[in-house]
Structure formats: structure tokens, C-alpha cells
Nanobody, 127 residues
Framework: QVQLAESGGGLVQAGGSLRLSCAASGRAFSSYNIGWFRQAPGKERDFVAAVSRSGGNSYYADSVKGRFTISRDTAKNTVYLQMNSLKPEDTAVYYC????????????????????WGQGTQVTVSS
């Protein structure tokens, strides 16, 4: 089992940057693929980015490609989401999640494949 805790959210102006962290505790963090999702009020939880166990493969939603970067530091049991050129439409609660299943063609986009979730961190981008 793994416990996840997000941090780094806040209020930022459009065009600004934030770096979210997802700190994991528990055993075998390196066994998990990690994803970031976000959920705006009244909307479904949407895929943002994911990184493989090794950190060698990363995946992004089209809406954030070129602006967001996901990375993982195995020594610190932490996954980061660097968010640049933020837009008001990026406003949401951001969640990290851990999956034991291997990432395939597109399963990393599906919340149902993730076994564990953090509590979320609020990101608000003002115009």
C-alpha cells in the first residue's frame, strides 16, 4: 500500500507557474506508475499527465502538452508536476494517483486503473 500527499497548489495569475509535488509513503514506490488528474467544480476528473515506474516514459493531455512537465525523484519518493504558462481554465483541484497496472496505449488516462489517490491540492489561476 502507498499513501500519497499533494502540495504546492495556490493562487497564481495567468501566465504564471506552479510546481506541484506528490509525496509517497509506504513501500515500493518505484513499483507504481503515477498520474496527475484534475477536477474543476461540476466537472469530471480529467487526466493531466502520467509517468512510468522508471520515469522513462511520460504522457500528457493535449490541453497541457508543452506547458506542463511531469517528473519523478525515486530517491525522494516524490513526483512533480511543473506547470508553466498557466491559464484560467487550468483552475481545479489536482490529484496524484498511483497505479500498479502497466501503462498501455491509453489506459493511463482512466482514473479506474489507479489504486491509490491523494487528497488533492487546489490550483486557482486568475485572469
Amino acid at each position: 500500500q502507498v499513501q500519497l500527499a499533494e502540495s504546492g497548489g495556490g493562487l497564481v495569475q495567468a501566465g504564471g507557474s506552479l510546481r506541484l509535488s506528490c509525496a509517497a509513503s509506504g513501500r515500493a514506490f518505484s513499483s507504481y506508475n503515477i498520474g496527475w488528474f484534475r477536477q474543476a467544480p461540476g466537472k469530471e476528473r480529467d487526466f493531466v499527465a502520467a509517468v512510468s515506474r522508471s520515469g522513462g516514459n511520460s504522457y500528457y493531455a493535449d490541453s497541457v502538452k508543452g506547458r506542463f512537465t511531469i517528473s519523478r525523484d525515486t530517491a525522494k519518493n516524490t513526483v512533480y508536476l511543473q506547470m508553466n504558462s498557466l491559464k484560467p481554465e487550468d483552475t481545479a483541484v489536482y490529484y496524484c494517483a498511483a497505479a500498479l497496472v502497466s501503462f498501455g496505449v491509453s489506459n493511463f488516462r482512466q482514473p479506474s486503473v489507479y489504486n491509490y489517490w491523494g487528497q488533492g491540492t487546489q490550483v486557482t489561476v486568475s485572469s
